[in-house]
């Protein structure tokens, strides 16, 4: 991988857009970013090498390869492959700087804890559009044995006699949560006997992981109950494939339905879509299908408003939220889109207003009324999606536009720009001086 980490405060790259050119033609689909990094993870656990394939070549796959090169352990990843060597002793510490810049901090934690019996993290980083803690991740720490003590500086749990059997509850008010359901499926993979998991979340990073997590020698069933994981002190390693990436996806969608194109998928299929997203999408009027070589197509004759309401899978994931309100700007009516996995989601509602956009948010609720002319501006925003979100609206937008916060989608996306000028869009990426 040619990718270096670089700190987003420091980012000088700035992209140019030049709007109102119909985005058309096939690209192919990356590995999941977000199954991707709960899986460097789990690849701590094994005792023998572990080998992922398709894994995205993006700016947090080199972050995370560092950041188990700290614990001791052999990571490279390079042409979209990620091989970890485990280490005979494992460091039991998550670097604080490169902690900082992943948000599966207290995941990865989770599998050094599981291997040493202590652990000393800070507290995650990535994308921080609204408050997001961690206290289900500690409390599946501590249900496992470990003492778990906090600081301003970050965390430290240790195990002295050994993780154990546990149940842990990984609910919230907003639903279970996806990160400390994986953390605590990481800790019973390691732990002897079997352990439980209640109101568990069921999104496809967690059942990758727990497919992950069998096939290399644990034992996880779900049922009424919740997750039942019987862990063993001996993972083997051996080649896992991370799944296509459902969130670039419904992005490449967006993109090319908010320019009146249509776009071809390789490497993922419907099936792969949750039913919420692929609900969504016909309803406003795009049709969305497989063809008969397997790739995904898309394609609309007019877009219509919608209401839509995020939620667990297989609703329509988070992630997609700020996507779809760029697009619905050029759809016919008033959309309603109402955030339910957090507080509220909305860092990217002061870019696209700037850019023409007639939105309004309250709290968890936003409102989008279309079709509007957008026009280019200079925006800018300091998370994955909501740059993402701009960046939709300046390609369907009169003018070149100017957009900050690069780095981010360099986070998440990793031939973003590449397939966007294979199906005709008109960017140029430069750098300004600090």
């Not at 939620?311 to 889109?337: E, K, W």
């Amino acid at each position: 991988m040619t990718l270096t980490p670089v700190c987003a405060a420091h980012d000088t790259a700035v992209l140019r857009v030049t709007g109102g050119h119909r985005l058309t033609g096939r690209i192919p689909v990356q590995g999941s970013k977000n199954i991707a990094l709960h899986l460097y993870a789990a690849a701590l656990l094994a005792d023998t090498p572990v080998r992922l394939t398709a894994a995205p070549d993006i700016i947090d796959t080199q972050v995370c390869a560092q950041i188990l090169s700290r614990t001791g352990a052999a990571a490279t990843a390079d042409n979209g492959r990620f091989t970890v060597t485990p280490a005979t002793t494992v460091r039991p510490v998550i670097d604080a700087d490169l902690g900082h810049r992943v948000r599966t901090t207290a995941v990865l934690a989770a599998a050094v804890l599981a291997r040493a019996g202590q652990v000393v993290f800070p507290y995650p980083g990535g994308d921080a559009f609204c408050p997001r803690l961690i206290d289900r991740h500690l409390a599946a720490m501590q249900a496992a044995g470990a003492r778990v003590t906090a600081d301003t500086t970050g965390i430290h749990a240790r195990a002295p006699h050994g993780l154990r059997p546990f149940t842990v509850d990984v609910a919230t008010p907003y639903g279970p949560s996806l990160g400390a359901t994986v953390t605590a499926l990481l800790l019973a993979a390691r732990t002897p006997g079997t352990s439980r998991i209640t109101h568990p979340s069921v999104e496809p990073e967690v059942t990758e992981t727990a497919r992950f997590l069998t096939e290399r020698g644990a034992t996880v069933h779900a049922d009424q109950d919740g997750l039942h994981v019987t862990g063993s002190d001996w993972i083997v390693g051996g080649t896992f494939a991370v799944a296509g990436d459902r969130i670039e996806a419904a992005t490449m969608i967006t993109m090319a339905a908010a320019t009146g194109g249509s776009i071809t998928l390789d490497g993922i299929s419907t099936a792969d879509l949750p039913r919420g997203l692929t609900d969504v999408f016909a309803a406003a009027g795009l049709k969305v299908a497989d063809g008969a070589d397997g790739a995904l197509r898309a394609h609309h004759h007019g877009l219509r408003a919608v209401q839509i309401a995020t939620g667990p899978h297989p609703g329509v994931p988070t992630d997609t939220a700020p996507q779809l309100a760029a697009l619905l700007t050029q759809a016919r009516g008033t959309s309603l889109i109402t955030e339910r996995v957090y507080p509220r989601r909305d860092t990217h509602c002061a870019g696209l207003r700037a850019l023409g956009a007639d939105l309004t948010s309250r709290g968890p609720a936003l409102r989008v009324r279309g079709p509007v002319r957008l026009r280019a501006a200079q925006v800018a925003a300091g998370d994955i999606r909501a740059v993402t979100a701009l960046l939709i609206a300046a390609l369907a937008a009169d003018g070149t536009s100017t957009i900050r916060g690069t780095f981010h989608l360099r986070r998440g996306y990793g031939h973003l720009l590449a397939n966007l000028a294979t199906l005709g869009a008109d960017t140029t990426l430069t750098t300004e001086a600090p």
